[in-house]
């Protein structure tokens, strides 16, 4: 009797392999001018979308607003720092369950994918990007308090995160996914917040 033959495992990123594929058409498109000086200027922009000075920018905001007793923009200070937290939380919990060397440091085409693991080396978790998880996260928290700012909070994300792209610190795909992290981050905190503000009235 003979044995019937097994099928062929998928891998688990063969949904996604156009939008992988896409990723390494762009790292290879910017890679040849990583080092030139306004690729380093471009990385040194980036930098605001980084935890400490979202931080600063958050509680900068939330001590303004409590010099000039302005409840609005304490609110505002007080939900970007929370929506920051969160953000945060979620990225490293990701990153700590998927390795993905940076485009900087992805030697062969066949690294550049997403995989399960646990490494925790910077250069090793490029998936997803903390930058722009952050940077959105605050962005949706200041544009709750102030609609009005919206298209520049979120402009001002974007362009955070997008930077991180020419510079091979992260693929599209990982700045995609960090924009979603810090959306949903600010959601969450929003639902609670409301819940909060529900109960006091």
Known sequence: MSTPSRLPCPSPNEPFKALFAFDG???ELFAPYRSTAGMKALDW?????DQPQLRILSAGLFLL?????DGQMIRAGARMLLAHELATFIKNRVKDAIDRPRPRSAAHRDEQ????????????????????AGSMAVACAFAAEYPHHRIAALA????AGAARVPTCAHYPSD???????????????????????????
């Open 156 to 159: 001002a994300s974007g362009a």
């Open 45 to 49: 922009c980036g930098k605001i979308g």
């Open 113 to 132: 994918e997403p995989r399960p693991g646990n490494k925790s080396g910077k250069e090793e978790t490029s998936f997803p990007s903390g930058h722009s």
């Open 175 to 201: 700045v995609a996914a960090g924009w979603a992290i810090g959306a949903v981050a600010d959601v969450l905190i929003g639902l609670v917040w409301r819940a909060v503000a529900d109960r006091r009235g």
């Open 25 to 27: 058409r762009v790292r």
């Open 65 to 69: 607003g409590a010099a000039r007793s």
